[in-house]
């Protein structure tokens, strides 16, 4: 089975520039997440969605970032502008989250890698 | 968002002991996970727990769901090199994962 596929891995750009990241979920999984990673700490929730709708984005600084899920399968995050406090790890996971289930189990990708200067 | 209470959040062993890893939190939860993750690269799930009291054995790794609900433990029984990495606690509570802050694994050969 394929897992969750991110790209780019790497991106560096400069600081008020815009980047876009995009990620497929493994096959079948309703949902999806995007998270942050700063060096050292544990993933930080950016949004969920759950097919094509939002589950919770209160963590998203929706002034800069945004995401798109269309068609409830692929997912594209996207900062604009970049800011210096920006440089992390994305990292996108997928879950099946059946509903009437209350437990799941989240697969994550390998991340990509932003640095801003 | 809440964050798990990980410990220890380092430890430098020498290869061959044995490793425990614990996590917390203020609420109860219906899934516990435990990641590992190598630099630059993602988390990669090792162990899932899905009831109370579940204990579950991947290889030499042990982890088992805490009968409060609140807490979970991971066990790595005699390390290797490459079992250094950033292990990763998270639970499922409502319909969202919270992570611990990570316990950074260091193996001496």
């Known amino acids: 089975e394929a897992g969750v596929a991110q790209s780019p891995r790497y991106k560096i750009i400069e600081k008020r520039q815009s980047v876009a990241f995009w990620c497929n979920p493994i096959s079948g999984h309703a949902t999806l997440y995007w998270y942050q990673q700063i060096l050292g700490q544990g993933p930080k929730l950016l949004i969920q969605f759950q097919n094509n709708g939002v589950v919770d984005d209160s963590q998203l600084p929706k002034d800069r970032f945004s995401a798109e899920r269309l068609k409830g399968v692929d997912s594209t995050l996207k900062i604009q502008p970049a800011k210096l406090e920006d440089s992390a790890v994305y990292l996108c996971?997928?879950?099946?989250?059946?509903?009437?289930?209350?437990?799941?189990?989240?697969?994550f990708g390998p991340g990509t890698r932003l640095t801003v200067l | 968002g809440q964050q798990l209470n990980q410990s220890p959040q380092s430890m430098f062993i020498q290869e061959g002991e044995d490793v425990s890893m614990n996590c917390t939190s203020s609420?109860?939860?219906?899934?516990w996970l435990w990641y590992k993750q190598d630099p630059g690269e993602g988390p990669v799930l090792l162990i899932a727990?899905?009831?109370?009291?579940e204990l579950t054995s991947n290889g030499r790794l042990t982890a088992q769901f805490g009968i409060t609900r609140k807490d979970s433990f991971l066990n790595i029984s005699a390390s290797i090199p490459s079992d250094v990495g950033i292990y990763f606690c998270?639970?499922?509570?409502?319909?969202?994962?919270?992570f611990g802050t990570g316990t950074s694994l260091t193996v001496i050969p």
């Open positions: 998270a639970g499922l509570g409502g319909n969202q994962f919270y």
């Open positions: 996971a997928s879950s099946l989250l059946v509903a009437g289930v209350n437990t799941d189990t989240q697969y």
């Open positions: 609420s109860i939860f219906n899934t």
């Open positions: 727990l899905y009831k109370a009291g």
